[in-house]
Protein backbone atom coordinates (compact mmCIF):
# COMPACT_ATOMS: atom_id res chain seq x y z
CA UNK A 1 0.00 0.00 0.00
CA UNK A 2 1.81 3.39 -0.91
CA UNK A 3 0.84 6.48 1.48
CA UNK A 4 -2.25 7.14 2.10
CA UNK A 5 -3.49 4.44 -0.37
CA UNK A 6 -4.54 1.19 -1.35
CA UNK A 7 -3.61 -0.97 -4.24
CA UNK A 8 -6.90 -2.70 -5.77
CA UNK A 9 -6.55 -5.81 -8.37
CA UNK A 10 -9.73 -5.26 -10.87
CA UNK A 11 -11.11 -8.07 -12.44
CA UNK A 12 -9.68 -7.35 -15.63
CA UNK A 13 -6.14 -7.77 -14.22
CA UNK A 14 -5.29 -4.10 -14.00
CA UNK A 15 -4.07 -2.70 -10.52
CA UNK A 16 -5.69 0.47 -9.35
CA UNK A 17 -4.23 2.83 -6.21
CA UNK A 18 -6.41 4.49 -4.48
CA UNK A 19 -5.56 7.13 -1.76
CA UNK A 20 -6.60 9.86 0.84
CA UNK A 21 -6.54 13.21 0.11
CA UNK A 22 -4.80 15.54 2.55
CA UNK A 23 -6.87 18.53 3.53
CA UNK A 24 -5.22 20.94 1.70
CA UNK A 25 -6.09 19.04 -1.61
CA UNK A 26 -9.59 18.74 -0.93
CA UNK A 27 -12.18 20.72 -3.26
CA UNK A 28 -15.12 21.96 -3.53
CA UNK A 29 -16.69 18.97 -5.96
CA UNK A 30 -14.72 15.88 -3.26
CA UNK A 31 -16.08 18.35 -0.46
CA UNK A 32 -19.75 17.53 -1.91
CA UNK A 33 -19.04 13.85 -2.46
CA UNK A 34 -17.51 13.79 1.32
CA UNK A 35 -20.98 15.20 2.71
CA UNK A 36 -23.48 14.52 0.75
CA UNK A 37 -25.87 12.59 1.16
CA UNK A 38 -25.62 13.37 5.05
CA UNK A 39 -23.87 9.84 6.35
CA UNK A 40 -26.56 8.18 8.45
CA UNK A 41 -24.48 6.12 10.70
CA UNK A 42 -23.31 6.81 14.08
CA UNK A 43 -20.90 4.59 15.01
CA UNK A 44 -16.61 5.51 14.53
CA UNK A 45 -16.43 2.56 12.68
CA UNK A 46 -19.22 2.67 10.36
CA UNK A 47 -18.64 6.23 8.96
CA UNK A 48 -15.11 5.15 8.97
CA UNK A 49 -15.86 3.06 6.02
CA UNK A 50 -18.20 4.97 4.78
CA UNK A 51 -15.94 7.98 4.06
CA UNK A 52 -13.37 5.58 2.67
CA UNK A 53 -15.84 4.63 0.19
CA UNK A 54 -16.65 8.32 -0.91
CA UNK A 55 -12.80 9.73 -0.30
CA UNK A 56 -12.08 6.67 -2.85
CA UNK A 57 -15.11 6.26 -4.71
CA UNK A 58 -14.53 2.79 -4.23
CA UNK A 59 -18.08 0.86 -3.44
CA UNK A 60 -17.83 -1.31 -0.52
CA UNK A 61 -17.95 -4.15 -1.97
CA UNK A 62 -14.45 -3.45 -3.57
CA UNK A 63 -13.24 -2.35 0.39
CA UNK A 64 -14.37 -6.08 1.30
CA UNK A 65 -12.06 -7.08 -0.87
CA UNK A 66 -8.62 -5.77 0.12
CA UNK A 67 -6.44 -6.83 2.92
CA UNK A 68 -7.84 -6.24 6.16
CA UNK A 69 -4.09 -4.24 7.20
CA UNK A 70 -4.83 -2.25 4.03
CA UNK A 71 -8.40 -1.46 5.37
CA UNK A 72 -7.83 -0.46 8.70
CA UNK A 73 -4.95 1.85 7.43
CA UNK A 74 -6.95 3.45 5.34
CA UNK A 75 -9.39 4.14 8.07
CA UNK A 76 -6.58 5.41 9.98
CA UNK A 77 -5.61 8.13 7.62
CA UNK A 78 -9.17 8.80 6.61
CA UNK A 79 -9.65 9.49 10.94
CA UNK A 80 -6.86 11.58 10.69
CA UNK A 81 -7.90 13.81 8.28
CA UNK A 82 -11.49 14.11 9.34
CA UNK A 83 -9.86 15.49 12.55
CA UNK A 84 -8.01 18.00 10.66
CA UNK A 85 -10.99 18.94 9.40
CA UNK A 86 -12.51 19.46 12.68
CA UNK A 87 -9.60 21.60 13.71
CA UNK A 88 -9.74 23.41 10.60
CA UNK A 89 -13.45 24.16 10.69
CA UNK A 90 -12.43 25.58 14.36
CA UNK A 91 -9.99 27.89 13.19
CA UNK A 92 -11.72 29.49 10.73
CA UNK A 93 -14.86 30.56 13.12
CA UNK A 94 -11.64 32.50 14.26
CA UNK A 95 -10.61 34.52 11.31
CA UNK A 96 -10.13 37.93 11.39
CA UNK A 97 -9.31 38.73 7.87
CA UNK A 98 -8.94 37.31 4.26
CA UNK A 99 -7.80 39.76 1.67
CA UNK A 100 -7.62 37.56 -1.17
CA UNK A 101 -7.06 34.09 -2.54
CA UNK A 102 -5.24 32.66 -5.77
CA UNK A 103 -7.32 29.76 -8.23
CA UNK A 104 -5.91 28.87 -11.39
CA UNK A 105 -3.43 31.70 -11.92
CA UNK A 106 -6.01 34.10 -11.35
CA UNK A 107 -6.24 36.47 -7.74
CA UNK A 108 -9.98 37.03 -6.31
CA UNK A 109 -10.27 40.01 -3.92
CA UNK A 110 -12.10 39.43 -0.74
CA UNK A 111 -14.51 42.16 -0.06
CA UNK A 112 -13.45 43.64 3.60
CA UNK A 113 -16.39 45.62 4.43
CA UNK A 114 -19.33 43.37 2.58
CA UNK A 115 -22.23 45.76 2.40
CA UNK A 116 -20.14 49.05 1.01
CA UNK A 117 -17.75 47.10 -1.35
CA UNK A 118 -19.87 44.74 -2.82
CA UNK A 119 -22.69 45.95 -5.33
CA UNK A 120 -27.10 45.29 -4.99
CA UNK A 121 -26.71 43.05 -8.13
CA UNK A 122 -24.24 41.06 -6.23
CA UNK A 123 -26.12 40.50 -3.02
CA UNK A 124 -29.28 40.29 -5.72
CA UNK A 125 -27.97 37.38 -7.32
CA UNK A 126 -26.80 35.56 -4.39
CA UNK A 127 -30.17 35.80 -2.39
CA UNK A 128 -32.21 35.23 -5.67
CA UNK A 129 -30.62 33.04 -8.31
CA UNK A 130 -27.64 31.24 -6.65
CA UNK A 131 -28.77 30.61 -2.88
CA UNK A 132 -32.13 29.29 -3.82
CA UNK A 133 -30.63 26.67 -6.55
CA UNK A 134 -27.61 25.35 -3.27
CA UNK A 135 -28.47 21.34 -1.91
CA UNK A 136 -25.26 21.11 -0.03
CA UNK A 137 -23.10 23.49 2.17
CA UNK A 138 -20.48 22.86 -1.47
CA UNK A 139 -23.03 24.53 -3.74
CA UNK A 140 -23.10 27.16 -1.00
CA UNK A 141 -19.99 28.12 -0.49
CA UNK A 142 -18.99 27.81 -4.12
CA UNK A 143 -22.10 30.04 -4.97
CA UNK A 144 -20.76 32.76 -2.06
CA UNK A 145 -17.06 32.81 -3.70
CA UNK A 146 -18.04 33.08 -7.51
CA UNK A 147 -20.31 36.06 -6.44
CA UNK A 148 -18.85 37.56 -4.04
CA UNK A 149 -14.89 37.39 -4.53
CA UNK A 150 -13.93 38.92 -7.87
CA UNK A 151 -10.81 39.22 -10.13
CA UNK A 152 -8.56 41.66 -9.14
CA UNK A 153 -9.76 44.89 -11.08
CA UNK A 154 -12.65 43.47 -12.19
CA UNK A 155 -16.01 44.60 -11.68
CA UNK A 156 -18.96 42.28 -11.35
CA UNK A 157 -20.71 41.09 -14.32
CA UNK A 158 -23.73 38.25 -13.65
CA UNK A 159 -23.59 36.98 -17.47
CA UNK A 160 -20.07 35.05 -15.58
CA UNK A 161 -21.08 34.22 -12.13
CA UNK A 162 -22.37 30.44 -13.39
CA UNK A 163 -18.76 30.23 -15.35
CA UNK A 164 -16.58 31.24 -12.52
CA UNK A 165 -19.17 28.97 -10.11
CA UNK A 166 -17.40 26.12 -12.46
CA UNK A 167 -14.47 27.11 -11.90
CA UNK A 168 -14.73 26.91 -8.62
CA UNK A 169 -15.27 23.31 -8.48
CA UNK A 170 -11.76 22.72 -8.09
CA UNK A 171 -11.42 25.71 -5.62
CA UNK A 172 -9.70 24.34 -2.36
CA UNK A 173 -12.76 23.82 0.22
CA UNK A 174 -10.33 25.05 3.10
CA UNK A 175 -10.36 28.14 1.48
CA UNK A 176 -14.08 28.74 0.77
CA UNK A 177 -14.17 28.28 4.46
CA UNK A 178 -12.22 31.10 5.19
CA UNK A 179 -13.90 32.98 2.81
CA UNK A 180 -17.45 31.81 4.70
CA UNK A 181 -16.20 32.40 8.24
CA UNK A 182 -14.80 35.90 7.40
CA UNK A 183 -18.41 37.44 5.84
CA UNK A 184 -20.42 35.48 8.42
CA UNK A 185 -18.19 37.07 11.38
CA UNK A 186 -18.15 40.46 9.43
CA UNK A 187 -21.68 40.95 8.32
CA UNK A 188 -25.02 40.51 9.64
CA UNK A 189 -26.52 40.70 6.19
CA UNK A 190 -24.57 37.66 4.77
CA UNK A 191 -25.10 35.91 8.13
CA UNK A 192 -28.59 36.06 7.71
CA UNK A 193 -28.87 35.08 4.26
CA UNK A 194 -26.87 31.93 4.86
CA UNK A 195 -28.40 30.64 7.69
CA UNK A 196 -31.48 30.76 5.79
CA UNK A 197 -30.10 29.15 3.38
CA UNK A 198 -28.85 26.37 5.73
CA UNK A 199 -32.34 26.02 6.94
CA UNK A 200 -33.67 25.95 3.41
CA UNK A 201 -31.43 22.79 2.84
CA UNK A 202 -32.54 20.70 6.37
CA UNK A 203 -35.61 20.95 5.38
CA UNK A 204 -35.76 20.02 1.49
CA UNK A 205 -33.47 17.27 2.77
CA UNK A 206 -35.96 16.59 5.05
CA UNK A 207 -39.05 16.80 2.89
CA UNK A 208 -37.08 14.38 0.32
CA UNK A 209 -36.78 12.11 3.28
CA UNK A 210 -40.41 11.59 4.06
CA UNK A 211 -41.46 11.36 0.70
CA UNK A 212 -39.28 8.50 0.33
CA UNK A 213 -40.55 6.91 3.18
CA UNK A 214 -44.09 7.68 2.41
CA UNK A 215 -43.24 5.88 -1.07
CA UNK A 216 -41.77 3.14 0.37
CA UNK A 217 -44.23 2.05 2.63
CA UNK A 218 -46.83 2.72 -0.22
CA UNK A 219 -45.08 0.34 -2.21
CA UNK A 220 -45.01 -2.62 0.75
CA UNK A 221 -48.40 -1.61 1.09
CA UNK A 222 -49.66 -2.45 -2.32
CA UNK A 223 -47.41 -5.67 -2.79
Not at 31 to 44: K, Q, S, V, Y
Request: one cysteine or more.
Amino acid sequence: MSEGGIGITEQDGKRTVYRVKPLEEITIADWRGLTHPPIEATDPFDIAVELVARHCTLPKSKLRRIAASDMYRLMEVISTEAEKIAAHKAKVALILGIRSFTHGGIKYTVPQDLENEVTFGQFEDLEKVLLPQCETDADMHRAICASLCLPEGEEYDGGKVMERMAVFETLPVMTAMEVYAFFFGSSERFEHLTSRCLSQMLTTRQHKAAQVLTDLLNGTGAS
